[in-house]
């Protein structure tokens, strides 16, 4: 049984800064990835960041060069610090974890990112 549990969510001003961070306990076999999707409203999930085994990690476009995704691979938890936020940005995101053997997709509840003025 594993459980991601997400924190830092919030309000932030346009330009401001937030950092989510996401801790798997539980049984957990190998992780492929860990990485953080995000949903706004009348919108599909989309990728946002991951880390791919301990050291890669892939941004999507439209956030590159404002997050930063990372892993502590001792306590199975990511973060992803968001600088100069937009308004767009605002969605709910949402922690995913990737095991091998066996290969099994995980997510967490879900955390509100509001980026208003």
């Known amino acids: 049984q594993v459980q991601l549990v997400e924190s830092g969510g919030g309000l932030v001003q346009p330009g401001g800064s937030l950092s989510l961070s996401c801790a798997a306990s539980?049984?957990?076999?190998?992780?492929?990835?860990m990485g953080w999707y995000r949903q706004a409203p009348g919108n599909q999930r989309e990728f946002v960041a991951e880390?791919?085994?301990?050291?890669?990690?892939n941004n999507a476009e439209p956030v590159k060069g404002r997050f930063t995704i990372s892993r502590d691979n001792a306590k199975n938890t990511v973060t992803l610090q968001m600088n100069s936020l937009k308004p767009e940005d605002t969605a709910v995101y949402y922690c995913?974890?990737?095991?091998?053997?066996?290969?099994?997709?995980?997510w967490g509840q879900g955390t509100q990112v509001t980026v208003s003025s």
């Open positions: 995913n974890l990737l095991t091998s053997y066996p290969l099994r997709t995980y």
């Open positions: 539980g049984s957990i076999s190998r992780i492929s990835a």
């Open positions: 880390v791919i085994g301990r050291d890669s990690t």
